[in-house]
């Protein structure tokens, strides 16, 4: 089991998860970082005493050491204090709760430093999953993941104990977000607060968006490309409305396992944090008699073209993921803002996917470079 980790983002949604889930097992805090979220991050941090907190906004960051003063507690702030976090001395895992592209370089310091980590923000996997499992590799650290369907999948293939060659498919659940069912012409009309209500998971904004379009499943599917090595062919998503099935892994066999609880992250974030064990926790516990029934259905990818936008990414690799992600997160910040339409998410990324450059193999600059270029483009066309 871990017991000093680092939190990068833990003012958000898992991060929170994750204190609660760090408080229960009694394990230490070495760093905790967010963005602006001065006055939670003081609260955090007067309640788990790390010794480094970072907010990447200068500002607010100067706000927060004030503050702090009656503290041992070190402020640091910008980009060095997140890569500081990420490479603290003394913790043995970085938990990634940061969201979108900006959790790819703390991430890759941490590998670099030897840091097991705890991977919940997929953004990392999406746009650069070559490189990061490359040096997770070479560093001999673990990716362990956070994600609720890719912890179902870790927990059904024994943590990787088994051979990739035994498995014949995975399915990735899906619960198919607020708008399930609805055709194009509906879809075209669904406001930002029609899509921040989710049926089954309270999330952050952004993921709670992606979720709607489904171009979060798209990026899980990445995800669990990297994640267990399969090729894209392997990887099926079916919708899943109840999400009690977390995902299931079909064997050579025809055996099929799955992993099934209450919608609750904080079971997925802790076995991140004590696998192979398994202890006690905060998480909600899974009655079977009175959950819903199960059902299983396809995905509709043709009024929600984002998942197939995904898969298409996928197959072409290079940067094209980072490109798509790049756009998708500018898309989705805009259509909060309410300046874009719902489906100008697609056509913004769409759009990006068409642009990208062809690169075999993508350095980090590569990568940086698909992602900014993605993100003018997308603001230009709007
Ligand atoms: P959130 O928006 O609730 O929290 C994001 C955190 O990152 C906050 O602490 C924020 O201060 C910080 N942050 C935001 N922008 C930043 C930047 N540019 N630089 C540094 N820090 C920044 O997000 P969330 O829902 O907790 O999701 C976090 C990640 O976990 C995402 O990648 C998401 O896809 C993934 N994830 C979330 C859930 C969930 O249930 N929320 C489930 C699975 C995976
Ligand atoms: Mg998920």
Redesign the pocket.
Same mark, same amino acid.
């Given at each position: 089991m871990k017991q000093r980790l680092s939190i990068?983002? $833990?003012?958000?949604?898992?991060?929170r998860?994750s204190l609660e889930v760090i408080a229960a097992l009694g394990l230490s805090v070495g760093a905790l970082?967010?963005?602006?979220?001065g006055a939670l991050l003081e609260e955090q941090a007067r309640a788990f005493r790390p010794e480094l907190v970072v907010l990447?906004d200068e500002h607010a960051a100067r706000d927060l050491a004030v503050r702090l003063g009656d503290t041992p507690i070190r402020v640091a702030s910008g980009r060095e204090g997140?890569l500081e976090a990420a490479t603290l001395e003394g913790v043995d895992a970085v938990l990634?709760?940061?969201?979108?592209a900006?959790?790819l370089e703390p991430t890759l310091a941490a590998i670099a430093a030897g840091k097991d980590i705890a991977l919940?923000?997929?953004?990392t996997l999406v746009c650069a999953g070559a490189l990061v499992t490359a040096a997770a590799r070479e560093k001999g650290v673990r990716l362990l993941p956070?994600? $609720?369907e890719h912890s179902a999948i870790f927990q059904c293939l024994q943590g990787c104990a088994r051979p990739r060659e035994e498995v014949r498919r995975i399915l990735l659940t899906a619960s198919g977000g607020p708008f399930y069912g609805m055709d194009r012409s509906a879809l075209e009309r669904v406001t930002p607060q029609e899509a921040l209500r989710h049926p089954n998971?309270?999330?952050?904004?952004?993921?709670?968006i992606?979720s709607a379009t489904m171009m979060?499943k798209g990026?899980e599917v990445m995800e669990a490309m990297w994640l267990y090595d399969l090729p894209l062919e392997k990887i099926e998503v079916v919708i899943h409305r109840e999400s009690v099935v977390h995902s299931l892994v079909e064997f050579q066999d025809g055996a099929v396992l799955a992993q099934l609880g209450a919608p609750d992250?904080r079971l997925p974030i802790q076995y991140a944090l004590t696998w192979p064990e398994r202890v006690p926790g905060p998480a909600a516990t899974l009655d079977l008699l009175s959950c819903p029934k199960l059902t299983f259905s396809p995905p509709d990818r043709e009024n929600f073209p984002c998942l197939e936008l995904a898969r298409e990414a996928a197959r072409q690799g290079g940067v094209a993921p980072a490109a798509l992600n790049g756009a998708n997160e500018v898309a989705v910040a805009l259509f909060l803002e309410g300046r874009l339409g719902f489906y100008d998410i697609p056509r913004l990324c769409a759009a990006a996917l068409a642009a990208a450059p062809k690169v075999a193999e993508p350095t980090l600059e590569d990568i940086l470079a698909a992602d900014a270029g993605a993100r003018a483009r997308a603001l230009e066309m709007v």
């Open positions: 990068l983002g $833990s003012t958000g949604s898992i991060g998860q970082t967010a963005h602006r979220s990447t997140l990634t709760a940061v969201v979108g900006a959790g919940a923000n997929k953004e956070v994600d $609720s998971w309270s999330m952050g904004a952004k993921i709670t992606d979060n990026f992250m």
